[in-house]
């Protein structure tokens, strides 16, 4: 594709240029409304709502039938994509400190692209009144988890107690982690236990030569994600966290994904 | 909170879309650099622009953590990076649609369920197959043909077609049908039982399962694991059948199963 200014369309432009059409169009695309009820909504301009609609009815963006305006499926198609966008946007700037001079290179494009389903995580940031806030989120969520799955890059002295009752608990537990982390997470896991999890296949470690930069925990109904600084320092201070289905569905691609690379 | 600070937040709602789109400079070097990082010299040549509105540009970018400098070289920051991928998606999805916007503008959409709608540039390598003056039944034929070969269908069928029923029979009776699924609604059920040897051939056929419903669906959709086809209504309510949209890739495929699998739903 050539890169130069015909690369935004002019269409996208027109959409685009004013706020107006933006607020009209998202009115319309919720309901068909009149000039009316969208000036009452929006509290706009009578004038103004009633220009732009002029201007998206000549364009064939929205239909007028007896004074009720209708989106085409074609616009409401356009305008999804924009309103995808918009919302790909949020994500980046309302997590702005968590993406920011992070290391973002496992997640990969197709994710990236998905990025907003993580629309409704939470930012979980430790304070100096709470500096533990993280980590104590965490460890809640895996004391009340039956599954986990996790890539992790480092080993909190209380994971291998946490783990050990998932398996007494007969849960199942997939790690993905380097050797020396793997060894010392087993060498403080009751190794009866330990044994007889491997062979039933409740616990399933894949073990690797090197510590991937990026840690994702995956409960049973929650994800967290946490990413290392641009220095190669993991950041402890903040997790990315969700319990909405589409945040897990993503996180589990994000899983998987990884998986089959490094295995 | 006051009616005033409602109009504030609205207002500024496509803020950050305006902000990134509005300006071809901004968006332009944030797809440059995306592919890798650049000096001046280099996003010059490419955008075959004056220096001094590129470097407006830059430093715009790199006063909101999109871009940073290294040295000479100017590069993508992760935010920059999550930004310039979700540009490219917006700007990729758009071209689609807009390849076969004549199929799409031309035919009534409504009875594409709404999440669907929003992912036909999932069809974007379709081919748009139209007739001719010389050729009338060029749609008809190349779907014909195309059907032929295909061990299993799945078909969305909103019109009772003498026609297509007789090809799908023939291809049932030769052997290279071995699977078919058929959705329709009552109304073509009511009439396909009315005739005997339709009923025998389709309803009757251990081959054939046929799921009947009482959703008056607009969309002609046939796929298998090979490809999928898709005609549609004109806006006035009639069946169009001389334009047809093919499309063999799976990002396709996958969009006509989950396309059925709302509708039956």
Known sequence: MVINEKYIKSDMMFLVKSEIRLRILTELNARPQTIKEIVDKTKMAYSSVSNNLNKLENKNYVVKENRIYTITPMTKLYFNQLMDFKKSIDVIENFDSFWYKHNISHINNELIENITELYKSKLIETSPIDIYKTHNNIKKQLESSHNIKGIVPYIHPDYPLLIENILKNNGKVELIMEKDIYLGLISQINSDLKNRSVRNGSLNVHILKNNLDIYLLICDNSMNLGLFKNDGSYDQNRILNSDNPDSLKWANTLFENIKSRVI | ?265
């Open chain 2, 1 to 265: 909170m006051s009616t005033n600070t409602i109009e504030k937040n609205q207002t500024h709602e496509f803020k950050n879309v305006k902000y990134i789109l509005t300006s071809s400079m901004r968006t332009l070097i944030l797809v440059v650099l995306y592919n890798n990082r650049r000096n001046l010299n280099e996003i010059r040549d490419e955008l075959k622009k004056p220096s001094a509105t590129i470097l407006h540009g830059l430093k715009e970018l790199e006063e909101n953590n999109l871009i940073k400098k290294d040295r000479k070289y100017y590069e993508l920051t992760s935010n920059g990076y999550l930004l310039a991928t979700n540009i490219i998606k917006l700007i990729d999805n758009w071209y689609s649609i807009e390849k076969n916007k004549y199929f799409w503008n031309s035919h009534d959409l409504s009875g594409i369920p709404e999440n669907l709608l929003n992912k036909l540039y999932l069809l974007k390598d379709a081919q748009f197959i139209s007739s001719t003056t010389s050729d009338l039944s060029n749609a008809f034929n190349t779907y014909i043909e195309l059907i032929s070969t295909s061990p299993e269908l799945t078909i969305m069928l909103p019109i009772y077609s003498e026609n297509h029923l007789k090809h799908l029979i023939r291809l049932l009776k030769n052997g290279n049908l071995k699977q078919l699924t058929l959705l329709i609604n009552t109304e073509i059920f009511q009439t396909i039982t009315k005739s005997r040897y339709l009923k025998k051939s389709l309803i009757e056929n251990e081959k054939v399962k046929i799921i009947e419903t009482d959703e008056n669906f607009k969309i002609f959709l046939t796929f298998c694991r090979d490809f999928m086809t898709l005609t549609l209504f004109f806006k006035d309510n009639h069946y169009d059948d001389s334009q047809i949209i093919i499309d063999k890739h799976q990002s396709a495929i996958k969009w006509s199963k989950d396309l059925f699998d709302t509708i039956l739903e």
